[in-house]
């Protein structure tokens, strides 16, 4: 029973295209947050929801954009991929905003 | 600017020897909270410890044990008798709780330190 989950694991797309990363969490928590780690390994968040509501928005560019269905749900949806997108992406979910947040196994995006 | 700041980049360390993790935060707020993350080869974060800004009570879970000095802004973390598996790299995260900061409920990650034990 996984409690944070990503799919795809591994994406690998050309320049140009739309691609979407999909997360669920089955922790019951309320806040759900995407974060970018870059090749460096350096981890910054991007967007955080807290029961369908955004709450957190970096600045990323409009080509992300996040969508919550449902508190259990976030996902990332990228338009117009660039190179510099390649990196892997990590779905995390809390409950209120102090407590530790949970992991999912990420995602590998590769943009050629 | 950075908040959280892990100085050292890598350490390499043999089997059994033990290994601190240096991590220095910045915040102007009073309430915050401070973690470290391990993420091994295989990429998975997992979370080690949570602790928040009116606890400076150290704390020890096996060979794991955290040093949290609010005088000087730190909050290390010591490997002891290092193992094989321990080699990951390690990130120290801050989540400050004021809304004002524009911080609230981000973790905001030091650039991690890559600990190596070779046996």
């Known amino acids: 029973d996984t409690a944070v989950s990503q799919t795809p694991k591994y994406l690998v797309t050309q320049m140009g295209n739309d691609k979407s990363i999909k997360c669920e969490q089955n922790?019951?928590?309320?806040?759900m947050y995407w974060y970018k780690q870059d090749s460096k390994k350096f981890l910054k968040i991007m967007f955080s929801y807290n029961n369908k509501e955004l709450i957190i928005n970096e600045t990323v560019p409009n080509r992300f954009s996040p969508k919550s269905p449902d508190k259990a749900h976030l996902n990332l949806h990228i338009n117009s991929l660039e190179l510099g997108d390649s990196a892997v992406y990590f779905c995390a979910s809390s409950q209120p905003n102090r407590d530790e947040q949970y992991f999912g196994p990420g995602t590998r995006l590769t943009v050629t | 600017a950075q908040k959280v700041t892990q100085a050292q980049t890598e350490i390499s360390v043999v089997e059994k020897e033990d290994v601190t993790l240096d991590c220095v935060y910045e915040t102007r707020d009073t309430t915050y909270y401070l973690f470290w993350y391990k993420q091994p080869p295989s990429g998975e974060l997992v979370f080690l410890i949570r602790r928040n800004s009116f606890d400076e009570q150290n704390e020890i879970s096996g060979r794991y044990s955290w040093n949290f000095q609010k005088s000087t802004s730190s909050f290390n973390f010591t490997i002891t008798a290092s193992q094989v598996v321990d080699s990951a790299v390690y990130f120290c995260?801050?989540?400050?709780?004021?809304?004002?900061?524009?911080?609230?409920?981000?973790?905001?990650f030091g650039a991690g330190t890559q600990v190596v034990v070779t046996p």
């Open positions: 922790l019951g928590h309320d806040t």
């Open positions: 995260a801050l989540s400050e709780v004021t809304i004002q900061t524009d911080s609230w409920g981000k973790l905001q």
